[in-house]
């Protein structure tokens, strides 16, 4: 935000994110933040805990098996767009504790409009599934531009020249 002047919107209901962002936010009028988790729908989905107290980061796929969870709303992207009134993001960076395929599946089917595309991919995790992942961004018009361990960015391509 400082180097750009962008505008950031942030979603994570995880509660000490949103202990955190509160503060954040009301000091950055660039940056929106809201107590929401992405999902493929709007439903209201269990927030596993992690098993170390001290990390942050839940799961509403349990990832690590744990028992202890918080409920959060989940939204849609094209409806948390719809909702803000953006048509496009000119860069995503998504890093939810296993949901990224129903979140990614989602973008695909809605062909919402991204620039850049930051992806983790939250272990463990499939070499197979990744492999395919990856090759669905690529037909929907991603090319991938880097891969740092289990972080992926992907780039939008402007199609072939004329």
């Given at each position: ?30 940056l ?24 942050v ?12 969870y ?9 409806s ?13 960076k998504?890093n ?12 695909l ?20 599934r990744?492999?395919?992942?990856v ?28």
């Amino acid at each position: 935000i400082d180097a750009t002047g962008c505008e950031v919107f942030a979603f994570d209901p995880t509660p000490r994110s949103v202990e955190y962002m509160k503060t954040e936010a009301a000091q950055n009028p660039h940056l929106s933040f809201f107590p929401l988790g992405l999902w493929h729908r709007k439903e209201t989905l269990k927030f596993f805990a992690p098993e170390d107290p001290g990390h942050v980061s839940h799961s509403v796929v349990n990832l690590q098996n744990t028992s202890d969870y918080f409920e959060a709303p989940c939204d849609r992207l094209s409806s948390i767009m719809s909702d803000l009134g953006h048509s496009r993001i000119d860069m995503l960076k998504l890093n939810v504790e296993g949901a990224q395929y129903a979140v990614l599946d989602s973008i695909l089917e809605d062909d919402v409009p991204i620039g850049v595309l930051s992806v983790a991919f939250d272990q463990p995790a499939s070499p197979l599934r990744i492999y395919r992942t990856v090759r669905a961004l690529q037909r929907h018009g991603f090319d991938l531009v880097k891969v740092d361990r289990w972080a992926y960015t992907f780039v939008a391509n402007e199609g072939p020249p004329l």
